[in-house]
């Protein structure tokens, strides 16, 4: 079969996700029952994929759709919990006092406050805090969603400490042909993956330092009162400051220190440096931004599950230090088990294994205490006495994110799995590649030498299609290094363009936005969040593919390879 024909028929899935979810704007609980058919039939009837593995591949997806979900339920009980115990309306003041000025509050909150989880947990926990965070201080659900999915851009390649790049990138390539390569040449296999950090991170901050004004402006555009852009760049000077203060201690710790720690340090750095700017007014204009009162928002920003949250006052006033108490310590134990050696095999001590799933070879082992929904429901736990709630009131917390959670449920039922096929689907008795690879090598051979322009678009797709950077990495790095090769390009460079990609593809991943929504009680309105944050999508992955010519052709970036 011609390869225009194969990638046709791949990317037939996605064709239809968008035109369901984007054009006719259906719930996604209805539209990714269609596109998993869908996504099956391409499978058995083009790829000649057995029917044996399309159902182990939607097992699979199963499995990880019970994580996912408890990264959800998590997420969603902190936040009752602290709702419940009052700390959230201390939070709430808390900032107000820093800035009343809503767009301030989006660069403390979302760009930097989320971008620390992100570097410690990764896996959407960033929207799936930072969401409802918003949401109880007065955001609209709507607007807390679209931002929260927009910081899963900049911190992603370094997130969950690294993973992305340790595991994705590491694992994605022929690490034993290269290795043995670059020893022929003199270099080392730990040098060529540092090279590769170095220009992800060199990428990602100049490309992300613009992130907050683009949070901002779309808040203010899709948002505000007056629909306006210009409100949001009014605040541009304040904007870029939160956005250097972040991504020039994050782009310094990638070329120096390595992948595990640049969007910890970059938000440790910036977070601190921004508040105090902010309380002081530094850059800040003199007016000050909010959205229109309540009553005028359109129904389909609002949630019942933030009107309720909303209605809620604390029953006594908590010190806004003892109310942070409980996101401190998420923070803090997600570090230490990422970080330490020993803590780390405690979590991963408790493990549910599923391996070779109907003898396909698939598996996926689920980790209860390591995943981020182990933590945040372990802090729940000792918020429980630290703020010496009641019983009924934590009973109450959990009823609330149960029900919410099983509201996100039913979607992830059906995309991740369809997910899991589409990456499965190299194993088949048709020879094709598999469903992403075919859609990549159609690019790369229609392009050619502008192929590098293109890069960081073939891992958003990945990334659109797995719904992790991490995936997209392990699914691309081979073959974006061998289209590298073949023109003669910095193969370095280009897996670290595909890594870049791949961190921006989190912005318009279907079940990622299913998961924030959930944690604000905003389902149904999916095709409304992915028709503004592919706006953010686009930006990036554009400008990451210029940085890539430039690097290619302009400085001709080179590697060890290439000696």
């Not at 949630?303 to 230090?321: G, Q, Y």
């Not at 690019?443 to 991490?470: E, H, K, Q, R, W």
Request: charged share 10%; with cysteine.
């Amino acid at each position: 079969m011609d390869i225009g024909i194969q990638a046709a028929f791949a990317a037939l899935p996605i064709f239809v996700a968008a035109v369901l979810l984007i054009g006719l704007r259906l719930p996604a609980k209805k539209a990714m029952p269609i596109v998993f058919l869908v996504t099956a039939g391409v499978a058995i009837y083009v790829w000649e994929v057995t029917f044996n593995r399309v159902l182990a591949s939607s097992i699979q997806g199963l499995l990880i759709t019970v994580a996912v979900l408890w990264i959800i339920f998590g997420a969603i009980l902190l936040l009752n919990t602290l709702k419940h115990s009052g700390a959230m309306a201390s939070i709430r003041k808390g900032f107000d006092n820093i800035s009343p000025d809503r767009r301030v509050q989006v660069i403390i909150i979302a760009w930097l406050f989320g971008s620390f989880i992100e570097g410690a947990s990764g896996f959407g926990t960033p929207a799936a805090i930072a969401a409802p965070l918003m949401v109880a201080i007065g955001f609209p659900a709507m607007a807390a969603v679209m931002i929260g999915m927009m910081i899963q851009s900049t911190p992603v390649s370094f997130g969950a400490v690294g993973t992305p790049i340790l595991i994705g990138v590491n694992k994605g390539l022929d690490s034993e042909g290269i290795g043995a390569t670059l020893s022929a040449l003199g270099s080392n296999w730990d040098t060529y993956l540092q090279i590769i950090t170095s220009e992800v991170a060199i990428v990602h901050a100049i490309t992300g330092t613009l992130i907050p004004l683009f949070m901002i402006m779309m808040m203010t555009r899709f948002f505000g009162k007056n629909k306006s852009w210009f409100e949001g760049l009014s605040i541009l000077p304040f904007a870029l400051f939160g956005g250097v203060a972040f991504t020039i201690p994050y782009a310094l710790t990638g070329v120096f220190l390595g992948a595990e720690f640049p969007s910890l340090i970059g938000a440790l750095v910036g977070l601190p440096i921004v508040t105090f700017a902010a309380k002081k007014g530094f850059l800040i204009p003199k007016n000050t931004w909010d959205f229109a009162p309540k009553e005028e928002w359109p129904t389909i920003w609002v949630s019942k599950f933030e009107m309720k949250l909303d209605s809620m006052s604390a029953k006594v006033p908590m010190s806004l230090t003892k109310a942070w108490i409980p996101y401190v310590l998420v923070a803090v134990i997600l570090v230490l088990t990422r970080v330490s050696d020993e803590a780390k095999a405690f979590v991963k001590s408790w493990v549910i294994p599923f391996k070779d799933i109907l003898g396909e070879g698939l598996g996926y082992t689920i980790t209860p205490l390591y995943l981020p929904g182990g933590i945040l429901v372990f802090v729940v736990l000792l918020t429980y006495f630290l703020h010496k709630m009641e019983f009924k009131e934590l009973k109450e917390a959990f009823s609330e994110s149960s029900k919410v959670m099983l509201g996100a449920g039913f979607v992830l039922v059906f995309t991740i799995p369809l997910v899991r096929i589409l990456i499965n689907s190299g194993v088949n008795e048709s020879g094709f590649d598999s469903m992403p690879v075919a859609m990549a090598n159609f690019v790369a051979t229609s392009v050619g030498d502008i192929y590098p322009l293109f890069a960081p678009m073939i891992g958003a797709l990945g990334a659109f299609i797995a719904g992790s950077n991490t995936v997209s990495n392990m699914m691309l790095s081979q073959f974006q290094f061998g289209v590298a090769d073949a023109l003669g390009l910095s193969t370095a460079f280009m897996i670290a363009l595909q890594a870049v990609g791949a961190a921006a593809g989190n912005m318009i991943d279907i079940h990622n936005v299913v998961a924030a929504s959930a944690t604000v009680g905003l389902l149904d309105q999916e095709g409304e969040t992915l028709r503004r944050t592919i706006i953010p999508t686009i930006y990036y992955c554009l400008m990451a593919g210029i940085l890539g010519m430039i690097g290619m052709y302009v400085l001709g970036l080179s590697d060890p390879l290439l000696k």
